[in-house]
């Protein structure tokens, strides 16, 4: 079964926050990040993921929601996202977002194209999949990087995964919107 409307609008509204809170993220890295070529890769991808979250908030409002209405997801996700942003450590932030956060969400869109119908979904599929091949040309930047600057190369391999299983623990993101029942009028 395909996804309604309002359940499409949920999730694009949940994916514009989760963009809008990477651009974000990257945004806070750039003055305490102390590599130029790092604060360079980062305002890149700052104003990629401003064009998602521009994109799926245009979307959800042809979704009939407000326009670029924005969905705070779930508080396990948010509370994950948050801890990579407090990294201090570079070749964590670096391996934490583009090893990831970025593969993590990633495979949310996947499941979200996997759940919605693709004809009748069809703007939302192009935005989602354009999305999704600059998520992973962001990562290919960010790793070639690291193999040219030797300290961004992650020493410890046991955090990494930590970090992968605490993003799959928290895969399903969207959270409800209450839908209120208009009060009925008394006979």
């Given at each position: 079964m395909s996804l309604t409307v309002r359940q499409r609008s949920q999730a694009l509204a949940t994916f514009r926050f989760v963009e809008t809170h990477l651009m974000e993220m990257l945004a806070r890295w750039v003055p305490a990040t102390p590599e130029m070529e790092v604060k360079v890769l980062f305002g890149e991808h700052i104003w990629d993921l401003a064009q998602h979250a521009d994109g799926l908030g245009k979307r959800t409002h042809e979704l009939r929601s407000p326009l670029h209405h924005t969905l705070r997801p779930v508080e396990a996700y948010v509370a994950h996202l948050d801890a990579v942003g407090a990294e201090t450590d570079t070749a964590k932030k670096l391996h934490g977002?583009?090893?990831v956060i970025l593969p993590g969400l990633n495979a949310r869109y996947e499941s979200y194209l996997g759940s919605t119908d693709s004809l009748l979904d069809a703007p939302s599929v192009r935005l989602v999949?354009?999305?999704m091949?600059?998520?992973l040309r962001m990562t290919a930047g960010s790793r070639r990087l690291r193999d040219e600057i030797e300290h961004l190369h992650?020493?410890?391999?046991?955090?990494?995964?930590?970090l992968r299983r605490a993003d799959a623990a928290a895969f399903a993101i969207v959270a409800r919107e209450d839908v209120a029942q208009p009060a009925r009028a008394a006979s």
């Open positions: 977002f583009y090893d999949e354009s999305i091949g600059d998520h992650l020493r410890e391999r046991e955090w990494l995964d930590r």
